[in-house]
């Protein structure tokens, strides 16, 4: 089975909100970019939120998303996977994120939120016990997973979980 490589943070020094996703899946890694996949929700809530619309030029999104102080990236650096699925990653093969710069002492970054129950997963087995004191440093949050295959729950009620990040984005 193939390995896959996931892509670099999208980041900088006035960050205050992390995303984290799991690893992105084919569509994503096929045009990529990060939540690429056409019926993907994260664009659409992004854009209602802070305004990265989908119908921007994918480098638009991520300014928009830097300018208002939102951080992107996924846990994995690298894994097995057949498909798109995070249920089919191969644990023996999962290969975390550096996340000590961008997590350590003297970050920004205020909060954490997870796009799902992998990605929290994932970060709680492979990271959080490497970073001192994380966990009182900055919160940590899962949200409902914006991915087609979360179809359980509503766009409306994603929406409304989603709106969440607002309230830190603007913590100095």
């Not at 191969?90 to 000590?100: G, I, P, R, V, W």
């Not at 997590?103 to 087995?125: P, Y």
Request: hydrophobic share 40%; proline share 4%; charged share 20%.
């Amino acid at each position: 089975m193939t390995t896959l490589h996931g892509f670099g943070p999208v980041a900088d020094e006035q960050s205050r909100v992390l995303i984290l996703g799991s690893m992105p899946g084919a569509a994503s890694l096929d045009k990529n970019q990060y939540y690429g996949h056409p019926r993907n929700a994260f664009w659409t809530i992004m854009g209602e939120l802070v305004g990265a619309v989908p119908e921007l030029e994918y480098q638009q999104r991520l300014q928009t998303l830097l300018a208002h102080k939102v951080a992107l990236w996924d846990v994995l650096m690298s894994c097995q996977r057949p498909g798109s699925l995070d249920a089919d990653i191969q644990s023996d093969s999962e290969q975390a994120n550096d996340f000590s710069a961008l997590l350590g002492q003297g970050s920004s970054i205020k909060a954490v939120f997870f796009n799902g129950i992998t990605a929290e997963r994932l970060f709680k087995k492979h990271v959080i016990a490497s970073i001192d004191d994380l966990g009182d440093r900055i919160e940590l949050m899962r949200l409902p997973s914006t991915s087609p295959a979360h179809a359980a729950m509503s766009y409306e009620k994603k929406l409304n979980t989603w709106k969440e990040i607002l309230d830190y984005i603007h913590l100095s």
